[in-house]
């Protein structure tokens, strides 16, 4: 059987190419869990016992964190292309700064104003509406952290200047997954706004 033999150039598009192909199929993985999500909201609301409340105010505060974190990342990827390895540091870590800013606002905003509101995710006084919410931005905060930490690869990558003009890779693949993510926190925010 004869052994196919590339160039460095051939290998660096094969691999950005498959590396982006994988986290694609992985996004439209999660984009299916958060239909299947959504769509079981819509069904549950005709049941009895569904609450009305409002979303609290810090959920835009955390929106506006997150779509920040992509104009950073945008930038953090400019910097790859330049071959600028101290852009793309500060920007990677700026992203993980509001990155980190919207997972705080995230927790606050469940387990501190929705609790003091009694919206409970179990126990006495706890409803489907309320579960619904809880389950939705912790799941979506579990995918965050999963951002996060490859926020904290790539960085660490960064430092040890192990991207290039030529190959940056990682920084594509990460910033895809952010990206993402923050279409993701924006479809289930504008519908959790209008669909209460």
Same mark, same amino acid.
């Given at each position: ?57 810090v ?24 071959? /600028?390895?101290? $852009?793309?540091? &500060?920007?990677?870590? *700026?992203? =993980?700064? %509001?990155?980190?800013?919207? +997972? ?19 126990g006495?006084?706890? /409803?489907?509406? $309320?579960?619904? &919410?809880?389950?939705? *931005?912790? =799941?979506? %905060?579990?995918?965050?952290? +999963? ?9 660490f ?20 997954y ?5 279409? %993701? ?12």
């Amino acid at each position: 059987m004869d052994t196919v033999s590339y160039t460095v150039q051939e290998e660096l598009q094969l691999k950005r190419k498959n590396n982006k192909t994988l986290m694609w199929i992985a996004n439209a993985a999660i984009v299916m869990m958060f239909a299947a999500l959504t769509s079981a909201y819509l069904v549950s609301r005709s049941t009895d016992g569904w609450m009305f409340f409002e979303l609290p105010t810090v959920f835009w505060y955390s929106t506006i964190f997150i779509v920040a974190s992509s104009i950073t990342m945008i930038m953090a990827q400019r910097s790859a292309r330049l071959g /600028n390895n101290q $852009g793309i540091k &500060l920007w990677i870590w *700026a992203t =993980f700064l %509001l990155g980190g800013a919207f +997972a705080y606002t995230q927790y606050h905003a469940l387990f501190t104003i929705l609790f003091d509101s009694g919206i409970y995710f179990t126990g006495k006084g706890s /409803n489907i509406s $309320g579960q619904f &919410l809880y389950f939705i *931005a912790i =799941f979506h %905060l579990v995918h965050l952290t +999963a951002g996060l930490l490859s926020l904290l690869f790539t960085v660490f990558k960064a430092s040890r200047n192990k991207y290039t003009k030529e190959d940056y890779t990682g920084i594509e693949v990460c910033s895809i997954y952010w990206h993402f993510l923050d279409v %993701l926190w924006v479809y289930l925010f504008v519908f959790l706004l209008l669909i209460r």
